[in-house]
């Protein structure tokens, strides 16, 4: 059905980014395909041992409750619960979620609102409003769950009319505001993949000015395997809503693993993620204070992940 | 493109014959006159518009009715039995945890939800609970005293 | 006394309160009426521009459009304020925000009148625009209204009352500070809306959710030139107004004449972001203090300069302005006293009476002042405050007169229910505690156009079967007045609160009240309503007595029943006391009225700042600061608050914690805030108010000295508890990792900021810089009320 109304249709699934967006006309579809009846889309099979596999049409809120998942996966349970309200969290799915539109606040806005200021380039225009010399679009993702899922090592299944396919969560996004999934607009995310946990230490902290509603203006997700004798086998570190895309620390990786975690090796991880961070000022918030909170937050998150003080 | 809708709200069928774009809010405020349910945003910013779908608190102004047909739908209007308000509904009342009302109907759906599922909450779970529903009078503290008061007499 | 009332002090329901739990109430969206048309309004694309052209024509030829209006259709000029003339509904010649309606059409559905907004063509020439003070003070270009003191200066005051200069030079310390607090909006959760419906009669009614019936009724009949009597506004239950409600607005002109054109009935429903453009609330004040002490903390002199960034209208804004140097005086002693305040006319939604009207920003900036003061001289911020609150029955150097004051004991007991002395630079590093006090008016004593008659009126008719029908044109807007009317009228009379049929608001069948603004209705409606029951009373309780052979003086009434204090046997039931005064005089119905005493004090500009009755607030914030984030949780208010008595502790202290909340707000988030001449975050999400989670535990404290003039000795509860809240943040947040944040919000962000400058070994301190250098005109001087704090050895 997708790939005959072509680019004129947009997949819905919970409906709770996709239909805000498109009062405000920053989405204009002339048809919506509904995931809602498909049941194989709503389960989570699998467990810790073997790894989980999540539908795509399952909710924040059933993402965010089941033990196996709050005790093995806990960054994923606190960052699917940590998306605006309880009643959000019912209908939206982890799905959307990982393929929510990304933002940006001169874009969120009803058309009045942008015919006002001017157009840009992501919507009606072709300039961008919060870098005006520039010729890309630097919305930020925003998504919760995204970052943890690629601290988590986890891949994606996408159908569509070519055929399937199973990429890294990683490849899903791209650097672009604009146009920030490698998915085809006709291609369906099916479900989530995640590998067993085995021991994984995940930890997700959240930036955001109020205890409910709002989006992250930054999210860390810290991923990490200590092996027996305390040296670290597996760190990721991924940043949320500071970039077009969520941002992998790769120093993670190269500064912690085969050492023991230290305060120092957390501060210099802690100090190329606020490197690394590119706030915009397109969200709520200060961006020199997003960026300055990527340093604490990926300190804190680190610490509290590998038991330091 | 109008369609035929058949909704079950607070136990009754009804039908209505609405564009497919219209939100839940939209056709039971307007097509089926249960107004009592209300709305602050429209952009699933404020949770003034909650209903419960098959006891879920969800959003009414972000739902399309023809993803719900058959599903039970409960809104204020639904929350008193034969008359005798639900000791939600009296607790709200007798504390004046109801200033200007406007978010009442909406922070009582998603209470109902709250104490269906857990019939004494502590306080944090009731923050938990309500924090999807803003609320410009009150400043909370009745309406929390409030859910506690029904939870004690149910 | 208060043993012998039965309803008055009592924890109540209130009396609406079924209907709003049940969905019942019906609020102005609620309506729907046959043949009911939906209009939408199109907003101005640029701050500041001329409106050469509309065309229409593409939006008329779409089907289900049935009237489009501008500017041109809406010529006459209204306003609130006399002086403030300049709305006309829809703007003609030019559009003065982003937002600002120019043009609405109606149609037969909400969906159709939106797209239809869409195809009208509007040819504008842009104009410069000014964004802020700093703008109108430097920027040349076209002013954006033809009126006001100089160029988009739209008002300039100047007053000084005693000798500041002496004052200054009795001083032992003398401290100068700028401060900024930031505007922010009401932000009901009821988003405005209208049904207007012009009948075949040429009758034009309105059903809006309006705090000010009355000023809708005087703002449509002259915009629209019908005469009054054939205009009638009812107020619907309002969902939260915090003043957002209280000027006349476009929506409400614009469905009216869509009905007069269509003669059908229109609706008007605002959509979110079309709310935070119909605004009116708290004005952006930079301002700069200056304050003189002696040593024992005690003020000599004070001196207050405010700028508001008023936004495109007048609005309240020459009283808001008033409002910036009008309360300083009436908190603690002020010997002599300047005031220097001027508001810019700027291209952002017009600014004017939100909850506090004009004072919590100067309030804001003295109570902090205060703070440093007590640092700086070595006393504690209780006893700066508390050894120098105003004396009762005294005078204000600015003439205005104080009565009840129990904020000595507010001060006492919120400082003993908080530990603050034992807490007080005592907390580990990161959590501290301030203090702030405030004063806030219980009803404006003049009234906003100039006239002699009552404030308000409450009619009562009793029918024989015992009911009492009480009329008042008072409109609630959550805060209970309904409620109160209703307790009020039952108390006197001794009836049952089921006996009470109340209907509002409604200036046909309503006498006039001005509306649900400056805290004015308990204390006015209230006395009305007592004179209006007890004129009524007296026949009955004269026609029982006749009966029961009793002198009066020997009769009570109490629980629908009139008996005998001594033989409570000897009685008759209110109903047959009724009746029996109903033959004896003829049909039972009375007025009651209430006119505040004559107040104002013998100078230009003494109207704003007079109210009957003030009460007072003290507050104490406790805060944990993250050093490392900046991140503030406020852990606990405690708050005591001087209301007089309160005629129903639960809706005082609903009236309180919600103050407090909303004061949280506006220290903590809320900003309305522009971006390239538009508003930057006119949504729910973006625009920042606390959630459940965000709220801390809130211990109030009532005080209740019986005011002499108040109904059963009351006073206000609805905006003075919020004026405390901001300071007492800052202070705290002082305390807790010293550092000043002397502006509003206090983010996260700025605390960082402060904590690095502080490590840096420069003045830990975020805030404005100072204030332009404007020329203000030469103050009025004024001789101190007599009866006022003298400066000593002066
Ligand atoms: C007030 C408010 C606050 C919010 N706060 C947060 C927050 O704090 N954190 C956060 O992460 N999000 C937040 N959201 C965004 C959103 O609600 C959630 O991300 C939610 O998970 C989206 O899921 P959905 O099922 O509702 O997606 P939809 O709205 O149905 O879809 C979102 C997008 O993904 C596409 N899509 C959905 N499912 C699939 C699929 N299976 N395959 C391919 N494409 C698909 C849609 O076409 C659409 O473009 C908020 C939204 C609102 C309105
Ligand atoms: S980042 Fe630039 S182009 Fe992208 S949405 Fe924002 S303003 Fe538009
Ligand atoms: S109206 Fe639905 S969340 Fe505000
Ligand atoms: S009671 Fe008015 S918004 Fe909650």
């Known amino acids: 059905m997708l790939s005959e109304r072509g680019a004129e249709a947009m997949i819905v699934a919970g409906g709770t980014d996709l239909f805000p967006n498109m009062k405000r006309r920053q989405f204009e579809p002339k048809s919506l395909v509904s995931l809602r009846a498909i049941a194989e889309l709503q389960r989570v099979t699998g467990d810790a041992d073997s790894g989980l596999t999540i539908g795509a049409g399952v909710t924040l809120a059933q993402v965010s409750r089941p033990p196996v998942i709050a005790q093995s996966y806990p960054a994923l349970a606190r960052a699917a619960g940590d998306v605006s309200t309880s009643q959000l969290r019912n209908t ?31 919507k009606d225009g072709d300039i961008c409003l919060v870098a005006p010399g520039g010729s890309r679009c630097w919305a930020a993702s925003s998504s919760d769950t995204a970052p943890v899922m690629i601290a988590l090592g986890a891949s994606v299944r996408l159908i569509g009319p070519r055929g399937e396919r199973v990429i890294p969560v990683d490849e899903l996004y791209r650097d672009d505001g604009k146009d920030h ?21 995940s930890v997700y902290l959240k930036l955001r000015r109020r205890g409910s509603f709002d989006f992250p203006i930054l999210g860390v997700a810290v991923a990490l395997r200590l092996a027996g004798d305390g040296a670290c086998a597996y760190a990721k570190v991924v940043l949320g809503a500071v970039g077009s895309r969520p941002v992998v620390v790769p120093q993670a990786e190269s500064i912690l693993i085969g050492n023991r975690i230290t305060p120092e090796s957390v501060e210099s991880v802690a100090q190329a993620a606020a490197r690394l961070a590119k706030p915009m000022d397109n969200t709520d918030s200060v961006l020199s204070y997003r960026k300055k909170m990527a340093h604490v937050f990926t300190a804190r998150a680190l610490k509290e992940a590998a038991g330091l003080p | 493109m109008k369609q035929l809708i058949k909704l079950r709200v607070n136990g009754e069928d009804y039908e209505a014959y609405v564009p497919v774009h219209k939100t839940l809010l939209e056709v039971l405020r307007e097509d089926l006159n249960l107004t009592g349910t209300k709305h602050g945003c429209e952009l699933g910013e404020c949770g003034a518009c909650t209903v419960l779908v098959d006891g879920e608190p969800t959003l009414s102004c972000l739902t399309l009715p023809i993803e719900i047909q058959g599903r039970e739908i409960l809104t204020v209007e639904g929350l008193a039995h034969n008359g005798t308000p639900h000791p939600l509904q009296t607790a709200f009342a007798e504390l004046s945890a109801a200033q200007c009302g406007y978010c009442t109907p909406g922070m009582l759906i998603s209470a109902k939800a709250l104490l269906d599922h857990d019939p004494h909450p502590a306080r944090d779970d009731i923050r938990q609970a309500l924090s999807g529903n803003l609320c410009r009078c009150t400043g909370y503290s009745k309406i929390i005293e409030a859910v506690e008061l029904a939870a004690e007499r149910r | 006394m208060t043993d012998e009332l039965t309803l008055i002090g009592k924890p109540l329901p209130k009396v609406d309160a079924l209907g709003k739990v049940t969905g019942e109430t019906k609020y102005a969206d609620d309506l729907a009426m046959p043949r009911m048309l939906h209009a939408k309004i199109l907003g101005c694309h640029y701050p500041h521009a001329r409106i050469k052209h509309i065309g229409t024509a593409r939006a008329q030829a779409l089907p289900g459009v ?52 869409d195809l009208i063509d509007v040819e504008y020439e842009e104009l410069p625009a000014f964004m802020s003070v700093e703008d109108v003070l430097t920027k040349e270009g076209e002013p954006i209204q033809d009126y006001g003191d100089q160029g988009n200066v739209h008002k300039m005051v100047a007053l000084e009352f005693g000798d500041t200069e002496s004052g200054f030079a009795a001083a032992d310390y003398v401290r100068e500070d700028t401060f900024f607090y930031q505007g922010n909006t009401h932000l009901p959760m009821e988003e405005h809306a209208v049904v207007a419906h012009y009948t075949a009669d040429g009758k034009l009614t309105l059903w809006s959710s309006t705090q000010c019936p009355h000023y809708v009724h005087r703002a449509l009949s002259k915009a629209l030139a019908i005469a009054p009597s054939r205009v009638r506004i009812i107020a619907t239950p309002v969902g939260g107004g915090f003043g957002g409600k209280s000027d006349p607005l476009p929506h409400e002109v614009a469905a009216a004449k869509l009905s007069m054109i269509t003669g059908r009935p229109v609706k008007i429903a605002l959509t979110r972001e079309e709310v935070f453009y119909a605004h009116r609330g708290r004005h952006p004040v930079l301002m700069w203090a200056k304050t003189g002490v002696r040593k024992d903390g005690s003020i000599t002199a004070m001196h207050f300069k405010t700028f508001l960034d008023g936004g495109a209208y007048g609005s309240y804004g020459v009283a808001s302005t008033y409002y910036t140097g009008a309360l300083q005086p009436v908190t603690y002693k002020v010997p002599t006293y300047k005031f220097e305040g001027m508001r810019a006319f700027t291209n952002k939604p017009a600014c004017g009476p939100k909850r506090g009207h004009g004072t919590p920003q100067p309030r804001f900036g003295m109570e902090i002042q205060l703070d440093k003061i007590a640092e700086a001289i070595g006393i504690s911020p209780v006893d700066i405050r508390r050894k120098f609150v105003v004396d009762e029955n005294s005078y204000t150097v600015n003439h205005l007169r104080i009565t009840s004051c129990a904020l000595g004991e507010c001060i006492d007991k919120v400082a003993a229910a908080s530990g603050f002395n034992d807490k007080h630079r005592k907390l580990p590093f990161g959590k501290g505690v301030g203090l702030a006090c405030s ?6 004593g003049l009234p906003i156009y100039w006239n002699n008659m009552p404030h308000t009126s409450v009619q009562i008719k009793i029918d024989r079967g015992g009911g009492v029908a009480v009329l008042c044109g008072s409109t609630d807007i959550g805060q209970g007045s309904n409620s109160v009317l209703a307790y009020t009228v039952a108390e006197v009379l001794g009836v049952s609160l089921d ?22 209705v308990t204390f006015m409606m ?14 009955i309780m004269e026609a029982a007595a006749e009966k029961l052979q009793l002198p009066v003086e020997a009769l009570a009434a109490k629980n629908n029943s009139i008996y005998c204090i001594d033989d409570e046997r000897r009685s008759l039931t209110f109903a047959q006391a009724a009746q029996l005064a109903e033959a004896k005089h003829g049909g039972l119905g009375a007025m009651g009225s209430y006119t505040p005493p004559k107040l104002a004090g013998p100078f230009r500009g003494s109207g704003v700042g007079p109210s009957p009755a003030y009460s007072y607030s003290a507050c104490v914030a406790q805060v944990d600061v993250d050093p490392e984030t900046g991140e503030i949780k406020v852990e606990k208010i405690w708050i005591a608050h001087d209301c007089g008595r309160a005629i129903n502790p639960l809706l005082v202290i609903g009236q309180t914690e919600g103050s407090v909340y909303m004061g949280l707000g506006e220290a903590l988030m809320e900003e309305q805030d522009f971006r390239r001449n538009q508003h930057k975050i006119p949504s729910l999400l973006d625009y920042k108010s606390l959630t459940m989670m965000d709220m801390p535990e809130v211990e109030t404290i009532l005080v209740e000295p019986i005011d002499p003039e108040g109904p059963f000795g009351a006073k206000e509860a609805g905006q003075g508890p919020l004026l405390p809240v901001p300071p007492a943040v800052a202070n705290a947040v002082y305390d807790a990792v010293g550092v000043r944040i002397d502006e509003l919000p206090i983010t996260a962000d700025k605390v960082l900021k402060a904590l690095a400058l502080k490590a840096e070994g420069k003045e830990p301190r975020v805030g404005p810089k100072g204030v332009p250098s404007f020329v203000f005109p030469e103050p009025v001087r004024v001789e101190p009320h007599p009866q006022a704090p003298k400066l000593r050895g002066a």
């Open chain 1, 92 to 122: 939206g799915t982890i799905g959307g979620n990982l393929c929510l539109d990304t933002r940006c606040n001169y874009y969120n806005q009803t058309y009045h609102w942008r015919k006002s200021i001017g157009f840009c380039m992501k």
């Open chain 1, 181 to 201: 999934l490698t998915k085809a607009a006709d291609e369906i995310l099916t479900e989530i993949l995640i590998p067993p946990a085995n021991g994984l230490r």
């Open chain 3, 66 to 117: 049935v009237a489009i209006i501008t500017g041109a259709d809406l010529p006459v000029k209204y306003g609130n304020l006399p002086v403030s003339q300049d709305e006309t509904g829809l703007a003609g010649d030019k559009g003065r925000f982003v937002g600002d309606p120019i043009a609405a059409v109606a149609a037969v559905d909400e969906e159709t009148a939106e797209r239809a907004i």
């Open chain 3, 439 to 444: 004063s806030y008016l219980s009803g404006a």
């Open chain 3, 499 to 520: 006996a009470i049929q109340l209907t509002v608001s409604d200036t046909d069948l309503t006498p006039i009240d001005l509306g649900s603004y400056s805290s004015r």
């Open chain 3, 526 to 539: 209230g006395n009305a309503a007592i004179e209006a029951a007890s004129k009524l009373k007296k026949l």
